[in-house]
């Protein structure tokens, strides 16, 4: 293989393909980077459940494919200069050269590495802007905790051109709904995608108009089988999250006993300070009154704050308590200059939406913290 390349592309190609990297790979194969070259070059990274692929334009001399280490090209691409970039491939080695730096790289079995899973046949389309905009709103509750798989995954309910995205952690629960363009009419299926991975790639697929998204399952399991999704010449396919996933519409309140409404930022940054003096998991307390919301943090013989902002509040005088991130979390999802936080009792969860949106296609609903006595 004998090659030259524009060095941003292969960077921003060499970066996307590497996410897919296993940080503990279970074979010495599966940390490597594979490279195509032809009339363009493709680089692939596989681990048995998350594929990625890039595309780019090359100058191939001599064809041919190799694979080497995928986190050690990664870092030596994104530390060479705006030059172009020139692979050769000798024996057992790859030579990088780029100005007048020079790296050796030795190859691994190339013969020995998994086949990528094939594509499946697109379902349907979405604006890769939107796409990316609802998938970090959402993600932002999914759980962590990879003893509840189910958890830490987006569920993904289809229904003709309605994509609703779902993620909860059992501590708060963030919704969007976003239409898309479906090949396949009449579509209604529900899936549990790694949050994870769609993050990643939702986020590394804004470059292109459009998003495809690509699903196959097993017939009657739509959490057995794969998601892709693909554009501007990359490409990623996982597998499909299986788990009960929670009934989570039981805790979207229909009926709300008082609203609050109040600038997004202060609101955030009052949060921010109040929680300096907050020790870790406990709360910050919000106190609702006509015209203002009191925050405060600390008790007793601790370090306390407190500070007022002004509001917008329709309902009975309310004093609730949140932890201070996950509220910090909802607010900076709102696509809003103002927050609207809608509540039923103290105890019950809060929905944090844009400002005066009767059918709000973000909700973010976040449970209170019970303070002692």
Do not use: H
């Not at 100058?59 to 020139?86: F, N, W």
């Not at 790859?94 to 790289?105: D, H, I, M, P």
């Not at 892709?228 to 299986?242: N, V």
Request: proline residues 7%; aromatic residues 6%; contains cysteine.
């Amino acid at each position: 293989m004998k090659l030259q390349v524009e060095r941003d592309p292969l960077a921003e190609a060499v970066a996307w393909t590497a996410r897919a990297l296993p940080a503990r790979p279970t074979a010495p194969v599966l940390a490597g980077m594979r490279l195509q070259a032809g009339s363009e070059l493709t680089l692939s990274t596989f681990d048995y459940e998350v594929s990625a692929q890039a595309t780019i334009p090359v100058q191939a001399d001599e064809p041919g494919t190799v694979l080497v280490s995928g986190r050690l090209l990664a870092e030596i691409v994104r530390s060479l200069p705006a030059k172009p970039v020139d692979l050769a491939t000798d024996g057992s080695r790859t030579t990088v050269k780029c100005g007048s730096a020079t790296f050796t790289l030795m190859l691994l079995p190339a013969d020995e590495y998994p086949t990528l899973p094939d594509m499946p046949e697109t379902t349907g389309t979405v604006g890769a802007d939107a796409f990316s905009s609802a998938i970090s709103q959402v993600a932002i509750a999914a759980g962590r905790d990879d003893t509840l798989p189910a958890l830490t995954g987006i569920r993904v309910e289809i229904k003709d051109d309605t994509l609703t995205l779902v993620a909860t952690d059992r501590y708060r629960l963030a919704v969007r709904e976003l239409r898309w363009t479906p090949r396949i009419p009449g579509l209604d299926t529900t899936l549990l995608v790694p949050a994870r991975v769609l993050g990643d790639t939702a986020r590394a697929l804004t470059s292109g108009a459009e998003v495809s998204v690509a699903l196959a399952t097993s017939e009657g399991n739509s959490n057995d089988g794969i998601i892709g999704f693909e554009g501007a010449g990359r490409r990623t396919t996982t597998r499909l999250l299986s788990g009960e996933y929670p009934r989570y519409q039981t805790l979207l309140p229909s009926e709300f006993s008082a609203v609050a409404e109040l600038p997004a930022g202060p609101f955030a940054d009052a949060v921010k300070r109040v929680a300096l003096v907050a020790e870790r998991n406990t709360p910050v307390r919000l106190t609702f009154t006509s015209g203002q919301v009191l925050l405060e943090a600390g008790t007793g013989d601790e370090a306390q704050a407190s500070e007022s902002i002004e509001a917008s509040f329709d309902g009975d005088d309310m004093q609730i308590a949140f932890n201070p991130q996950y509220l910090l979390d909802g607010i900076g999802a709102i696509d809003s200059d103002m927050v609207r936080v809608s509540f039923t009792t103290p105890t019950r969860p809060a929905v944090i939406t844009g400002k005066g949106e009767a059918q709000p296609d973000y909700r973010y609903v976040l449970m209170p913290i019970r303070s002692a006595g």
